[in-house]
């Protein structure tokens, strides 16, 4: 039977994870998925386009529009599993925030997470766990695009990859999914598990980034999984440069998101330079280039600033949502973690710039686009008190195309680890981009 959309409970509730079973918080935790690229499933509606006046209602919409800005939070690797209190300490921080609604720069409406909803292979008996009981308080929608761990197989498996994403964010309408059990969310409607959103003032290119792990980097095109996603990524780019031609038009910051990251410093997770090049070649073609670029997969957060013909693309890797265990960085000659403030290239001999990095923290990002700007908080959440605070705060001009730390803290790593200059180039750079971008490493 279909249903309305619903978000969060009519009554908020105490966290109940303290009576998980076992069972739970290990979620088959020694089964051992398999690393074989898999192929991408079709999307349920062609072209895979969404506007968010489909989920909130135009009046809702409206009500955003008339604001001047839209806000969002963003976050990926939420899974608990084994120390769930992380995920339920930034959901509750993130419920709380949506409270609000309004900030200086919009209404807030959304959550857009980055993929990793449900580990360790995206099977559907943990979706109440991992993702309905910890965001029952959230009363707004979640847009996801897959991470790996929702799309892994394990031996013996017999439901296709990305089978649970699919029927709980991908479903025809909402509805109540027996997953939920007595949560009030219902399904998510996204036309695949790549796809446009289109919102006020926000336009995000959601890309799947499939299933590679550890030194395995994100595969969008190609051979083993067929072109499709390249296609819909060059449609959706000239779709962007048509939009912004057309007089009248509304502007929009373009964002593109994938769960593996571009750049990162991760000693668990390898960069992604050869998807990063199919998706360069692309805007190229296309003659548009994102004004940011979401990532997750590494368990940090991480900022990078790319410069391109004098543009300013923030590059953020925003993978601290809730997985327990955050991810080491790595070191450079010395033993030392990258500085923050560190240059070097991107492999193609544009700027880049080691801004902050965090790997000590829980949390997730607070988006605020307006016209104009785009200001993005990483927001930490001290699961103790409850409490979030701004930790990192920038502002991206979409005018200038310029970036400005609006408060840079200082950059934190694990206490093994310090922040002093290694002296020459980082290796945490060198391993993120080759010196040959045209001799990719194999």
Request: charged share 15%.
């Amino acid at each position: 039977m279909s249903t309305t959309f619903a978000f969060g409970d009519p009554k908020p509730s105490p966290d109940n994870y303290n009576n998980f079973s076992q069972a739970v918080l290990k979620a088959d935790s020694s089964v051992k998925a398999s690393s074989v690229i898999q192929k991408i499933a079709p999307p349920r509606v062609n072209p895979p386009v969404m506007s968010l006046d489909s989920v909130l209602g135009d009046d809702t919409v409206a009500q955003i529009q008339k604001t001047g800005g839209i806000a969002l939070h963003v976050a990926g690797d939420t899974g608990g599993i084994k120390t769930p209190e992380h995920q339920f300490a930034v959901a509750d921080a993130m419920a709380t925030d949506l409270e609000g609604k309004t900030y200086a720069n919009g209404r807030q409406a959304l959550f857009y997470h980055l993929g990793d909803v449900v580990y360790y292979c995206g099977q559907e008996q943990y979706y109440y766990d991992q993702f309905y009981d910890p965001y029952r308080d959230y009363d707004g929608p979640i847009f996801a695009i897959p991470g790996n761990h929702d799309g892994c197989v394990f031996s013996g498996e017999k439901a296709p990859s990305l089978d649970a994403f699919q029927k709980n964010f991908c479903a025809a309408q909402p509805t109540h999914n027996p997953d939920a059990q007595g949560v009030a969310r219902t399904t998510m409607t996204q036309p695949g598990v790549y796809f446009t959103l289109n919102a006020p003032f926000l336009k995000i290119i959601g890309l799947y980034s499939n299933v590679g792990e550890g030194p395995t980097a994100g595969v969008i095109s190609g051979s083993q999984v067929g072109n499709d996603q390249l296609a819909f990524l060059q449609s959706q780019l000239k779709a962007a440069v048509a939009e912004r031609a057309k007089p009248g038009s509304p502007p929009f910051a373009l964002v593109i998101a994938t769960h593996h990251p571009p750049f990162t410093g991760s000693i668990s997770h390898a960069p992604s330079p050869e998807m990063l090049q199919v998706i360069d070649a692309a805007c190229k073609a296309a003659g548009i280039w994102p004004d940011m670029h979401w990532s997750g997969h590494s368990h940090l957060y991480e900022r990078f600033t790319r410069t391109i013909g004098g543009r300013d693309i923030p590059y953020i890797v925003a993978g601290m949502g809730g997985y327990p265990g955050l991810s080491g960085l790595k070191r450079g000659n010395g033993g030392q973690t990258v500085p923050a403030g560190t240059k070097g290239d991107d492999g193609d001999g544009n700027p880049l710039v080691v801004e902050y990095y965090n790997n000590t923290t829980f949390g997730y990002l607070r988006v605020q686009v307006t016209a104009a700007s785009v200001v993005t908080e990483f927001m930490g959440v001290d699961g103790v008190n409850q409490t979030a605070q701004i930790l990192d705060s920038f502002t991206l001009d979409l005018n200038a195309h310029k970036v400005s730390n609006d408060k840079a803290g200082v950059s934190v790593a694990s206490p093994k680890m310090t922040t002093q200059s290694t002296g020459g180039k980082p290796k945490a750079l060198r391993q993120t981009t080759p010196k040959n971008p045209r001799g990719r490493r194999k």
